[in-house]
């Protein structure tokens, strides 16, 4: 189902133990979340990870591949989902190691829902936060790649803080010509000034001209 946004959102349960998959099921659809379960890791590679804001609820312990062999595992893949571990042995080396490679939180069982709950919801808000600025960051490369070879040029002199007068001189054109083209770049790029420019060109690593 949708949040308030309106964006759809899953959570992913790993433990092989049935009861722990029953309660927290129940609990995370108490508060309308989505969940499938899992018994083990290979089960969700099997399955695949969704293309929307989505974490992991993942037991240190699992048949085959551990929770934390399967959080190393992830990362070499560039898989990068929000984890929240869970464990009934845990101790302090687990938990460092899984917070350093990136875990949201570290859970010893039994523990309180509501602290399930709150880990949860920082999970999905970082893997959505991650989602929507890989989005704007393919819209921003789609917009550059949609420019003239000559507005690529304008977009660079003008990040550098170039005057209109000066870019003409470079180009070799009208300064009337170089403010024709720089509105028409401005607008490709959705920038309303040149410090929103400026910003752009650092996001895609654009290079002022030397």
Excluded: W
Aim: proline content about 4%; glycine content about 6%; overall charge neutral.
């Amino acid at each position: 189902m949708t949040d308030t946004s309106d964006t759809r959102q899953l959570v992913l349960v790993v433990d092989d133990d049935e009861s722990m998959r029953v309660a927290l099921t129940y609990l995370f659809r108490s508060m309308d979340l989505q969940v499938k379960v899992f018994g083990s890791a290979a089960q969700v590679l099997e399955a695949g990870i969704p293309e929307i804001p989505c974490c992991l609820v993942l037991d240190i312990r699992l048949p085959g591949v551990s929770g934390l062999d399967f959080q190393d595992a992830l990362a070499k893949a560039g898989l990068d989902i929000p984890i929240v571990f869970m464990t009934g042995h845990g101790d302090i080396p687990m938990s460092v190691r899984a917070m350093k490679a990136g875990a949201v939180d570290f859970l010893t069982k039994p523990f309180r829902d509501q602290d399930m709950l709150d880990a949860v919801t920082r999970a999905l808000a970082k893997d959505r936060a991650r989602r929507e600025g890989e989005g704007a960051l393919a819209d921003l490369r789609q917009r550059f790649e949609s420019l003239t070879p000559r507005q690529r040029q304008l977009f660079t002199f003008v990040a550098a803080g170039l005057m209109n007068k000066q870019i003409a001189g470079e180009l070799n054109v009208s300064e009337v010509t170089v403010k024709i083209h720089r509105g028409i770049m401005m607008k490709k790029m959705d920038a309303r000034t040149v410090a929103d420019l400026v910003r752009k060109a650092e996001v895609l690593g654009v290079r002022p001209p030397i």
